[in-house]
């Protein structure tokens, strides 16, 4: 486990990280408390990865296309 703050990870650093957490689950072998602290920690890894993925559809979902199809630029998303 990293110390680095969940808030401040990359999508891949906290995809990484809860790929870490749930193999330790999935074994089974971590004392009662330390899975407990385990699986807070995976929930927050994965509360930071579904808002990094809805940042990227909402970045995707305001790319403008022309008359081609073609990605001609981006319209500003409110609120980022």
């Known amino acids: ?16 990280e809860l790929e870490r957490v749930v193999g330790q689950l999935d ?6 408390e330390a899975s407990i602290k385990l699986y807070e920690r995976g929930a927050e890894l994965k ?6 993925l809805k940042e990227a559809e909402e970045k995707v979902a305001k790319i ?3 008359r081609d199809g073609n990605p001609t630029g981006a319209t500003p998303v409110e609120g980022l």
């Open 1 to 16: 486990m990293t110390d680095k703050p969940v808030n401040e990870m990359s999508f891949e650093e906290a995809m990484a």
């Open 27 to 32: 074994r089974g072998d971590v004392p009662l």
């Open 47 to 52: 509360a930071r990865c579904e808002v990094k």
């Open 64 to 66: 403008t296309l022309d």
